[in-house]
T-cell receptor
Framework: GAGVSQTPSNKVTEKGKYVELRCDPI?????LYWYRQSLGQGPEFLIY????????DSGLPNDRFFAVRPEGSVSTLKIQRTERGDSAVYLC???????????FGEGSRLTVL | GESVGLHLPTLSVQEGDNSIINCAYS??????FIWYKQESGKGPQFIID?????DKRQGQRVTVLLNKTVKHLSLQIAATQPGDSAVYFC???????????FGKGITLSVRP
């Protein structure tokens, strides 16, 4: 499709497990962002990629969270030793350049039991 | 229903009326502002933006007003339609900064 694609759309896991969330940005978009949206809140910035490198990872809450974008296109957000507080919708967005309009995917809803 | 709208302030308007959604932003140094619309189960969708060197910008049926003195942003929707029902977020950014800071959302409910 033409938009940002995120998989899985829903993920239920148990406390302590490892989770990977995938984002496929719009073709040609060099900038990619991960945000987290908790119940009743606005999205919160996690990390920003320009090409393959993480240009700003200041929003990652702790070292259990890690993201990669090895070929400058698809990105994977990795969460180790999940905790119940990690339950949220994880949103990916991409843009054509750092100052471009952000296009968001529909998000991956993570539930940690 | 989806959880994004829970615990958020709600604005209820009659179909056909004009809507005004307000937002107080936090950083006086922010110089770029965006309004997003988020429908149930979907990601935020860009509506309109404005830079700090402007105080008003118009789009199709939408107008954004910026008052830097009191750090206030508003979104006006003309002739509100049922399809406008959603959660609306304002977001702010600093020039050259990669991250957007989103405000608390407001749920717009359009009565037929």
């Amino acid at each position: 499709g033409a938009g940002v694609s995120q998989t899985p759309s829903n993920k239920v896991t148990e406390k302590g497990k490892y989770v990977e969330l995938r984002c496929d940005p719009i073709s040609g978009h060099t900038a990619l962002y991960w945000y987290r949206q908790s119940l009743g809140q606005g999205p919160e910035f996690l990390i920003y990629f320009q090409g393959t490198g993480a240009a700003d990872d200041s929003g990652l809450p702790n070292d259990r969270f890690f993201a990669v974008r090895p070929e400058g296109s698809v990105s994977t957000l990795k969460i180790q030793r999940t905790e119940r507080g990690d339950s949220a919708v994880y949103l990916c967005a991409s843009s054509f350049g750092a100052a471009g309009e952000l296009f968001f995917g529909e998000g991956s809803r993570l539930t940690v039991l | 229903g989806e959880s994004v709208g829970l615990h958020l302030p709600t604005l209820s308007v009659q179909e056909g009326d004009n809507s005004i959604i307000n937002c107080a932003y936090s950083n006086s140094a922010s110089d770029y502002f965006i309004w997003y619309k988020q429908e149930s189960g979907k990601g935020p969708q860009f509506i309109i933006d404005i830079r700090s060197n402007m105080d008003k910008r118009q789009g199709q049926r939408v107008t954004v007003l910026l008052n830097k003195t009191v750090k206030h942003l508003s979104l006006q929707i003309a002739a509100t339609q049922p399809g406008d029902s959603a959660v609306y977020f304002c977001a702010e950014n600093l020039e050259g900064n990669s991250k957007l800071t989103f405000g608390k959302g407001i749920t717009l409910s359009v009565r037929p």
